[in-house]
C-alpha cells in the first residue's frame, strides 16, 4: 500500500524559509512521479513543483521559480521541498502526490499525502 507522509509545515515570517519533506512507502515501481501541490482556502489545488524519480528532471511551475526547489534522497524515500523566499500568498496546504507518470493537473495523480500546513505573515 502506497503510503506518503508530508511534515516540515509551520508559520514563518514574510522571507523566511520552510523545508517541506515527502516520505515514500509501499510504491513498487523504482521510477515515478512525486508532484507538490497546495491549496489555500476557497481556492483550487494548484501545482507547486515535481520531480521524476528515474532521471531527476523537475518542474515548477511559474509562481515559485527562483525560490523553490525540489529535490530527492533515495535512500531515504523523501522527496524535498526547499521554500526561501517565503510570501504571504503562498500560505495554504501543501500535498505531495505521486504516480507512475507527471501530470500538470493534480487530478492525474493517484496517491495523495494528508498535507502539512504553510502560513507565512507579512
Known amino acids: 500500500q502506497v503510503q506518503l507522509v508530508e511534515s516540515g509545515g509551520g508559520s514563518v515570517q514574510a522571507g523566511g524559509s520552510l523545508r517541506l519533506s515527502c516520505v515514500v512507502s509501499g510504491y513498487s515501481a523504482s521510477r515515478f512521479c512525486i508532484g507538490w501541490f497546495r491549496q489555500a482556502p476557497g481556492k483550487e489545488r494548484e501545482g507547486v513543483a515535481r520531480i521524476y524519480t528515474g532521471d531527476g528532471s523537475t518542474y515548477y511551475h511559474g509562481s515559485v521559480k527562483g525560490r523553490f526547489t525540489i529535490s530527492q534522497d533515495n535512500a531515504k524515500n523523501t522527496v524535498y521541498l526547499q521554500m526561501n523566499s517565503l510570501k504571504p500568498e503562498d500560505t495554504a496546504m501543501y500535498y505531495c502526490?505521486?504516480?507512475?507518470?507527471?501530470?500538470?493537473?493534480?487530478?492525474?495523480?493517484?496517491?495523495w499525502g494528508q498535507g502539512t500546513q504553510v502560513t507565512v505573515s507579512s
Open positions: 502526490a505521486a504516480d507512475r507518470l507527471c501530470y500538470d493537473d493534480y487530478r492525474g495523480f493517484y496517491y
